[in-house]
């Protein structure tokens, strides 16, 4: 597909490309080397879903020395990314309190 | 767009239910200061230390198996419960109603992938 939208359609169908979207929403700006680092791909993987990313417009990238930094195009899709990991580990830390807290009243 | 959560906890349905619902257990891990009326209806205030402040109305409230809050800027929180061996399940989603075309992008991206 080449119009736009497909494009967007075919960057979110791989799940790998997916992980990288969600590890890039947690941060404000992130290399390929450094998405590499916390998901289970090769740093070549990244950087071609990245690329992918790229073209579909979900993420912009600008050079940094001699790294390209990358981070989520502002805008819908973004916003729902931004959104899932900070409510998300919203819930995660409250969740640990929560068994922490029933924990003390057994004991 | 929502986000969901699945958690056992070793305690039967009736605790965990009490630490969801009593303002004073609630300040334990929820937020650091909670005025909350746990009966369908009733308001709920929430404050946290770093300024935060989230208003919700109580929609449904089944003791030891359902809560559901209503956020008064957007959005709502549902929590369910579920007794099992272990002790409790918990399952929790909570959903905005904004960037629905995003969602509904990836929905359809999804789609696109399985057909």
Redesign the interface.
Known sequence: MTDPTGR???????PNRRYVLEALAERETATATELAAELPVTRQAVAKHLAALNEAGLVERRRQGRETLYELTPG??G??MD??AG??AQ??A??A???????S??S | MEVTREVVFPAPPDEVWEALTDPEQLEEWFANDVELDPREGGAGVFRWDNGEERRATVVVAEPSERLVLDWDDEGSVELTLEEVEEGTLLHVRESTPEVATALELRACALAVSHA
């Open positions: 967007v359609f075919d960057a979110l169908a791989d819908p899709l916003e729902a959104w899932m409510v998300g819930w995660d409250r969740l309190a929560l068994r922490r807290h029933l924990r009243r057994r």
